[in-house]
Nanobody, 114 residues
Framework: QVQLVESGGGLVQAGESLKLSCAAS????????MGWYRQAPGKQREMVAV??????VNYGDSMKGRFTVSRETENTVSLQMSTLKPEDTAVYFC?????????WGQGTQVTVSS
């Protein structure tokens, strides 16, 4: 089992920046990929950014150029978000793909006011 704990969410104004962090614990040796998804009210969960083994990063289309995902340590990933927009308001979930299943954090709320 893998446990994921997010931190860093909050309320910001449009145009500001915010950094999220995710710490993984437990059976972390099984983790293949880590990253972030988000879910806005009334919408489906969507990919924000996922680190693929080998250093490749997949970003959601609306996040390219504004969001940066980094592997801070072996078991910690961060999401630096810049030039935030009201449409970025969502619950952001840390994600880890292991050999047999995916894991999700509890989520952290990000609210961007106009």
């Amino acid at each position: 089992q893998v446990q994921l704990v997010e931190s860093g969410g909050g309320l910001v104004q449009a145009g500001e920046s915010l950094k999220l962090s995710c710490a993984a614990s437990g059976d972390t040796i099984t983790i293949i990929n880590m990253g972030w998804y988000r879910q806005a009210p009334g919408k489906q969960r969507e990919m924000v950014a996922v680190l693929i083994s080998g250093g490749t990063v997949n970003y959601g289309d609306s996040m390219k150029g504004r969001f940066t995902v980094s592997r801070e340590t072996e078991n910690t990933v961060s999401l630096q978000m810049s030039t935030l927009k009201p449409e970025d308001t969502a619950v952001y979930f840390c994600y880890a793909r292991a050999r047999v299943r995916a894991y999700w954090g509890q989520g952290t709320q990000v609210t961007v006011s106009s």
